[in-house]
């Protein structure tokens, strides 16, 4: 019996770990979304303060869309390198290396 309650723990283990991969990459995505709508925000505020002739309001718009692009980016990657660590690839190899360890060399 406790083969099988291992051969069960090995196979729920990836499918855990493949859950919590997803909802990083969905808490990443809302938080990219987020980051977007400010940014195209303060692209408008941008464009409406060079537009009325506010320069000093254009110039210090322009500082705060770099730093949220810079930000951007990083979210990017995280998203990005998320994907590719916890990604569909890994899942067979996964199940490989635990059905080994517990002894399975034929399914």
Do not use: W
């Amino acid at each position: 019996m406790s083969n099988i309650a291992r051969l069960f723990q090995a196979f729920v283990a990836p499918a855990i770990f493949f859950s919590a991969t997803a909802l990083l990459i969905l808490s990443l995505n809302v938080r990219l979304m987020g980051i977007v709508a400010k940014l195209r925000y303060f692209v408008h505020a941008k464009h409406d303060a060079a537009k009325g002739g506010r320069l000093e309001e254009a110039e210090a718009y322009t500082s705060q869309i770099q730093s949220i692009e810079k930000r951007a980016e990083m979210i990017r990657r995280a998203f990005l390198f998320s994907l590719l660590g916890g990604g569909l690839p890994e899942i067979p190899n996964g199940y490989c290396r635990q059905l080994e360890f517990l002894g399975v060399t034929e399914i």
